[in-house]
């Protein structure tokens, strides 16, 4: 089994910035640097959304369209953690972010990953 905790979130004034953080743990028989890892987000009322992933090892990431050039997805093998940077946030950055993890994506938007975190609240005033 896969755990996944998510930390860093917090309230920002528009502009400003935070990173997250996802630790990956458990025994799942599969070292992390496998697991492609990505971030979703959820605003009240909405649905959840795909924001970054990344591959495992040397792999490759993608992004939302709305993030790209102002979050930056990144893991740390070694820590079994993986990051989301989030730069000039906007108001409608507001979401509880999610971590997800799962060793057989091919395709990261999907939102079939089979771990997930519990959230951590972002909030961005303007």
């Known amino acids: 089994q896969v755990q996944l905790v998510e930390s860093g979130g917090g309230l920002v004034q528009a502009g400003g910035s935070l990173r997250l953080s996802c630790v990956f743990s458990?025994?799942?028989?599969?070292?992390?640097?496998?697991?492609?890892m990505a971030w979703f987000r959820q605003a009240p009322g909405k649905e959840r959304e795909f924001v970054a992933g990344?591959?495992?090892?040397?792999?490759?990431?993608n992004y939302r369209d709305s993030v790209k050039g102002r979050f930056t997805i990144s893991r740390d093998n070694a820590k079994n953690t993986v990051y989301l940077q989030m730069d000039n946030l906007r108001p409608e950055d507001t979401a509880v972010y999610y971590c997800?993890?799962?060793?057989?994506?091919?395709?990261?938007?999907?939102?079939?990953?089979?771990?997930w975190g519990q959230g951590t609240q972002v909030t961005v005033s303007s």
């Open positions: 997800a993890a799962d060793p057989r994506v091919v395709i990261l938007t999907t939102s079939t990953y089979d771990y």
């Open positions: 458990g025994r799942s028989g599969r070292a992390f640097s496998t697991y492609a």
């Open positions: 990344t591959r495992g090892s040397g792999g490759s990431t």
